[in-house]
């Protein structure tokens, strides 16, 4: 039974695992270097945000002005 245990046995040495981990990390660097630069993406996230957080306070002020000026117009129309 030692016999077929050590056919089935695989080694592996320190060198192969230094190897192996030098191959990811080029592999890692590569992969790193063809992403876009995600500096310009956050920034790009940022000002579109802010302009819809502009939008949206430009929209409740509107809102705001027309129930103050329309609610009093439609009481005064009512009577």
């Not at 790193?32 to 002020?61: T, V, Y």
């Amino acid at each position: 039974m030692s016999d077929e245990q050590e056919a089935l046995a695989v080694r592996v040495s320190m060198r192969d695992i230094y190897f192996e981990v030098q191959r990811q990390g080029k592999l890692l660097e590569k992969i790193a270097n063809s992403l876009p630069d995600s500096e310009l993406k956050i920034e790009d996230h940022e000002l579109r945000i802010r302009k819809l957080e502009m939008r949206m306070w430009q929209a409740i002020g509107a809102f705001g002005f027309l129930a103050a000026v329309v609610s009093p117009l439609i009481a005064v129309l009512t009577r």
